[in-house]
């Protein structure tokens, strides 16, 4: 399988924003922990050993740690320094280092988006859970950083009359509850949520995104560095087009939430065709 992500450079920018420690930068990360603890909120399960996989911050670990719905918590990542001298398994970011049938949750935030084989990572997850266990996990998905990349595009194409990939591919919400259903996850659910961030200029985003590790790590990106004119000029357009009446721009973030059990006989499961009790004309109140 051809890779669409150079998984080394996205392990490097990650370290790089790690050892910044930008204050602040961190927002994506803390908006997806708090999501996460009202997620588990509604869970009625107690959990024997969870696991964070793959989220490059303690983020998840600690809301998994505070909501009392784990005995254990074990992390999994694609570097040592992300797990700060602290206890926790270091694995190839293809490669979901747990064995069989030897977790009850697993966790996933903010980082299958650059997994080069998501319905891969997402059937080693499911193996991964004891039957009935619970993944829970979010990604970026479709329409996070289109603002960003419409105005590239458009800067890049005017100026040299061609264009090369800047921003990364993102996965729909519906392809992603399909996802779940071919890693054979029972009861799967995928839903989405828009968040909308403000910045005074383009080039503010920017420094977010490399404050955050999140630029862009395309195997197939354009190896000729961007010039000063093309960012200038995506920012004029970005002004142009995305631009509040206070003259601040406009930034998307879409959060697609990610559910799904491991199989097991004790699950609800759909009626057969045929097998209701009562006519839905009867419901209807039809003769």
């Keep these: 399988m051809q890779a669409i992500f150079d998984a080394s450079l996205v392990t490097a920018h990650r370290r790089r924003a790690l050892m910044r420690n930008v204050p602040g930068a961190d927002f994506l990360m ?6 996460l603890a009202e997620r588990l909120a509604t869970v009625d399960r ?23 719905k784990a005995a254990e918590v074990v992390r999994v990542e ?17 490669t979901v280092a747990l064995e069989p049938a030897s977790i009850d949750l697993a966790v996933s935030l903010l980082s299958l988006q650059e997994a080069n084989d998501i319905p891969g990572q ?32 458009a800067a ?23 996802l779940l259903q071919r890693a054979g996850f029972a ?21 977010d995104l490399r404050a955050m590790g999140a630029t862009s790590a395309l195997a197939d990106r354009s190896k000729k560095p961007a010039t000063r004119r093309l960012f200038q000029r995506a920012a004029e357009i970005y002004a142009e087009r995305f631009s509040d009446p206070d003259g601040r721009v406009r930034a998307s973030f879409s959060f697609v ?8 006989p004790s699950q609800q499961k759909p009626l057969k065709p045929g097998s209701a009790q009562v006519s839905l004309a009867k419901v209807l109140g039809k003769k």
Excluded: K, N
């Design 187 to 207: 009861l799967p659910v995928a839903d989405v949520e828009t968040v909308t961030v403000r910045y005074d200029t383009m080039f503010g985003l920017l420094a």
């Design 78 to 94: 694609a570097d040592a320094a992300f797990l700060g001298g602290g206890p926790g398994i270091v694995s190839d970011v293809d």
């Design 257 to 264: 939430w990610l559910s799904g059990w491991a199989p097991d």
């Design 46 to 68: 107690r959990f024997e050993r969870a696991a964070a996989i793959f989220c490059h911050s303690p983020a998840a670990a600690t809301v998994l740690a505070a909501s009392g």
């Design 122 to 153: 997402l059937i080693q997850i499911r193996r991964a859970l004891r039957p009935d266990g619970l993944f829970l996990a979010v990604m970026a998905g479709t329409g996070t950083l289109v603002e960003l990349r419409e105005s590239l595009l």
């Design 30 to 35: 803390t908006r997806a922990a708090d999501d």
């Design 156 to 178: 890049e194409t005017e100026i040299s009359g061609g264009a090369s990939p800047r921003v990364i591919p993102f996965t729909d919400v519906r392809d992603a509850g399909a």
